[in-house]
């Protein structure tokens, strides 16, 4: 059974990944989608915005729960109702932290994948969970798939892996039984950015590393292309640019989205890099 964990804060931004969350289960066949809010408070969320500073009455705190539960529930019900039946749309709500609180569901749920929508530059909608990207996708037990806020599902045909030939052993991830219907279907595009331009006149050990490639990805359609650019990510983003990919997969190691993320600004990565939605292995 296949589930997907999308946690939900009720911006524009959760609207478009539960939109897109529709056609990925159907596409790859997912049984459960969960729906989780968690309505866990710190210090300053007893604090009024306002002049006088005034405590948020528990009539009023009250009054929002219920609100966002119906909401929930609303949002999983017309899910489940453009679903067809055919996948079960389930809500989760938590009084613990954001992140703890998916790392429970993924854990009692036995989660597969968690999705979450990230807001860009031009157009944000000041989501909470988008704001949280890195640190969920850094705790994640399992694979996470990061969808711009501005993208609208395309079927997935053409799928680029930026792949790092001393991280080849992250491959392996690639031929989990439940990526049956992603194997059978997608066109596997592997990128390596080699600056010294190695495969120009390839040596005896980088044909050998050309072999392991094919061996791990035999499950695959696909074909290796190379980049002479002497930053690992400029080299991503500029096939990106000029090719037509619907899904980037990130593996461990220097090409790693989540790699980049963590190194780098985050507002600027998120931007150059999400046009297309981004799944990270784990």
């Known amino acids: 059974m296949k589930t997907m964990l999308i946690p939900v804060d009720f911006t524009a931004t959760t609207e478009n990944t539960i939109r897109f969350a529709r056609d990925w289960a159907d596409r790859f066949r997912y049984n459960r989608i969960i729906l989780l809010k968690t309505f866990y408070d710190n210090v300053f969320d007893n604090i009024a915005v306002s002049a006088e500073y005034a405590p948020v009455s528990q009539d009023f705190r009250w009054q929002e729960r219920k609100d966002s539960t119906e909401k929930l529930d609303n949002m999983a019900d017309e899910l489940s109702a453009k679903l067809g039946g055919g996948v079960a749309v389930l809500t989760a709500i938590s009084e613990t932290p954001l992140l703890r609180a998916i790392n429970d569901t993924i854990r009692e749920e036995e989660v597969d994948m968690v999705l979450l929508g990230s807001d860009n530059c031009q157009s944000s909608s ?5 704001g949280n990207i890195i640190s969920i996708a850094k705790i994640s037990p399992v694979r996470v798939l990061v969808v711009p806020s501005d993208y609208v599902y395309r079927p997935v045909v053409d799928v680029l892996l930026p792949c790092d030939y001393r991280m080849m052993g992250n491959l392996a991830k690639l031929n989990d039984p439940k990526d049956s219907a992603m194997a059978k279907d997608v066109n596997l595009h ?3 950015v080699d600056a010294k331009e190695r495969y120009v006149n390839p040596d005896e050990d980088f044909k050998n590393l050309e072999a ?4 791990y990805l035999q499950n695959f359609k696909h ?6 650019e002497k930053n690992i990510i400029d080299g991503i983003i500029k096939y990106t640019n000029v090719n037509d990919f619907q899904l980037i997969i990130s593996l461990p190691g220097k090409h790693s989205f989540l790699y980049y993320l963590t190194n780098k600004s985050i507002s600027e990565a998120i931007c150059r890099n999400a046009k297309v939605p981004v799944m990270i292995l784990k």
Do not use: P, T
């Open 212 to 215: 392991h490639l094919h061996s």
């Open 223 to 228: 074909d290796i292309n190379y980049s002479n």
């Open 190 to 192: 592997v990128l390596n």
């Open 126 to 130: 000041n989501s909470f969970i988008a």
